[in-house]
């Protein structure tokens, strides 16, 4: 459909040229405008002429008709000026052996852009911070930065997946400090995460009871006010050990990351995402200084209150942190200094950093002081913020430990699709198999169906629905198709035979997809394609409801519609690939 309207804003501008005069309506501007009528019966794309009427001082019933008179466009079946509009419709039966001819022809390739040959694209994702839980709050950059580096690659960019893990930092001195009082060895490989982040949690009370009391022996005399925590004191110690190299406390770090790692990759496994490096906050230790120091010599330092900051006044944002008083540095530092090494490394086009919105003034700030540092790739750097998600209408509380768990919530949804396998499927494996597929794709389909800025709540019983815009829903339909022509694919293949407005719509919506997968990538909006699934599985439900297909008692109308299941399956699959969802071929 892409082409197609390219080229009928081309006519339309050639027109327009000799009409109204030359270059006042350029094929991009008409490009723009030309959208797809609601209902089909009006046509399948149209003009509609009321915002030109003011650039060409005609009334918008004129212009439609002018138009109407003047244009000759062999790919549509008719031109009409209908109100206001043009009106363009389309040989249902033409159009869709073009579409299909297309799908054929590219193949897997159907539908990329291409935009992204020699390009690299850096992305940041997931990057969850060791030793404190892995939580719902994570799916957002998990998923979306996931499909977004699937995007990319189907649009021919290279892309390097970065899971730039939250391992360094105070909470690994509390870790330490909690470890040693109250950890066992044997618990902690037992347990991993889970069992890190009660040491943590118990850690952060104890502190917190330690402060409250010594805020009750202060009371109103001369340290009214003032909190302290011997384990808190010990805490930060502990952490300046493992900075400075202490060996003991290196091995402990290490094997806290490890153990985190190991459990975080059990829920990528499950999502099939696999990062290409996982060089996390600890890698970039001894190249903040670098960047600390020419920050410096550029003039950009001030110190405030002991601590050295870059003043963002003139750019309306408050100061970005850089030191602490003590010298010691904080989250954009290490940023900054990524941002650099990742550039050095991967001479990257784009860096894509996918985070809860609350971060979105954190990287404002520091891809400002990249530019004001003269960085000129500053404007390369890319965030895509998304927002909050609770569970039944309850939001998280971190710290607390009272968080629900990202592989908690895969493993609710895995058990359910399993049970109600069980009821219909013997197999105890199969039904494993399935209920992976179809739980998992039930929650990223729900999460990923919204408009990324939104705030999402979960409801397990919708997401794992078979009716509705659900993964299901989505998955069940690509395994109909897939059954359909399990028997009968090597007769799919487009023949002459008049189709009917079903099929048409059918190819239509097909013809849909490059379009779709553009504005997915410059919006970073997977939710584009989750839409469009719906969109899709829609057109085919239909047309497989009232159409006969392999069983269609004329071969010639039999082979087409073979021909049209065959591509809505197979842009179905990818559609469904690209957003992290498989496509099984059985349910
Ligand atoms: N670890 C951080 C968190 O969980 C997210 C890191 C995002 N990436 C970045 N380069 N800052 O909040």
Excluded at 203 to 226: M, P, R, T, V
Aim: net charge negative; proline share 3%.
């Amino acid at each position: 459909m892409l082409e197609l309207k390219k080229k009928t804003a081309e006519i339309l501008s050639e027109i327009a040229d000799a009409e109204y005069g030359k270059g006042l309506l350029t094929k991009e501007e008409l490009l723009g405008m030309l959208e797809y009528p609601p209902d089909s019966n009006m046509g399948d794309l149209a003009l509609p002429c009321f915002r030109l009427s003011k650039k060409l001082r005609r009334s918008p019933v004129e212009i439609a008709s002018s138009l109407e008179k003047k244009i000759n466009c062999a790919q549509f079946k008719s031109v009409k000026a209908e109100g206001g509009y043009l009106n363009f419709k389309l040989d249902g039966t033409e159009f869709a052996k073009r579409v299909i001819a297309d799908v054929n022809r590219l193949g897997d390739k159907y539908g990329s852009p291409m935009c992204g040959e020699g390009k690299t694209v850096v992305i940041d994702y997931s990057s969850p911070n060791v030793a404190k839980p892995f939580h719902i709050g994570h799916l957002g950059t998990t998923v979306i930065g996931h499909s977004l580096k699937l995007i990319h690659e189907f649009a021919g960019y290279k892309c390097i997946g970065i899971n730039y893990l939250g391992d360094w930092g105070t909470q690994f001195g509390k870790l330490i400090v909690a470890y040693k009082l109250w950890g066992d060895k044997e618990k902690v490989e037992a347990g991993g995460v889970d069992e890190l982040v009660r040491l943590y949690v118990k850690i952060n009370n104890a502190i917190k009871d330690e402060e409250d009391e010594s805020l009750k022996q202060n009371g109103d005399g001369e340290h009214a006010g003032k909190k302290h925590s011997e384990l808190a004191d010990k805490s930060r110690m502990e952490f300046n050990k493992l900075e400075t190299g202490d060996e003991e406390n290196l091995k402990l770090w290490r094997w806290f990351v490890d153990v985190s790692l190991k459990e975080y990759q059990k829920t990528y496994k499950l999502l099939g995402i696999e990062f290409d490096s996982y060089k996390g906050e600890s890698f970039y230790t001894d190249k903040m200084p670098a960047q600390v120091q020419l920050l410096r010599d550029k003039g950009l330092l001030e110190i405030d209150d002991g601590a050295s900051i870059v003043n963002l006044e003139k750019y309306n944002m408050p100061v970005c942190l850089i030191l602490k008083s003590d010298g010691s540095t904080l989250y954009p530092t290490r940023d900054i200094a990524a941002a650099v090494y990742r550039q050095n490394e991967y001479k990257f086009d784009k860096a894509i950093y996918v985070t809860s919105a609350a971060q979105s003034l954190h990287f404002a700030q520091w891809f400002k002081v990249v530019e004001l540092m003269g960085y000129d790739w500053y404007d390369r750097l890319v965030h895509v913020p998304y927002g909050t998600v609770s569970i039944n209408g309850s939001k998280l509380a971190t710290r607390t430990g009272n968080v629900i768990l990202l592989k908690d919530l895969f493993n609710e949804a895995i058990s359910r699709v399993y049970d109600i396998a069980k009821e219909k499927n013997k197999d105890e494996e199969e039904c494993r198999k399935i209920a992976e597929k179809v739980g998992v794709g039930a929650v990223i389909f729900y999460y990923l169906y919204n408009n990324r800025m939104r705030d999402i709540n979960f409801v397990m019983e919708e997401a794992l629905s078979f009716d509705g815009n659900t993964g299901p829903y989505a998955q069940y339909t690509y395994a109909r198709a897939s059954s359909i022509l399990e028997k009968a694919e090597d007769s799919a293949q487009m023949t002459d035979a008049q189709l009917g407005d079903l099929e048409s719509e059918l190819a239509k919506v097909i013809s849909l997809f490059p379009e779709k997968v553009i504005s997915a990538l410059s919006d970073y909006e997977p939710s584009v394609i989750t839409r469009y699934i719906i969109e899709l599985c829609t057109a085919f439900n239909r047309f497989y409801h009232e159409c006969k297909i392999a069983n269609c008692e004329d071969e010639k109308l039999r082979r087409s519609r073979l021909a049209l299941t065959a591509a809505a399956k197979q842009v179905l699959g990818k559609a469904l690939n690209l957003i992290c969802m498989q496509s099984p071929d059985k349910i």
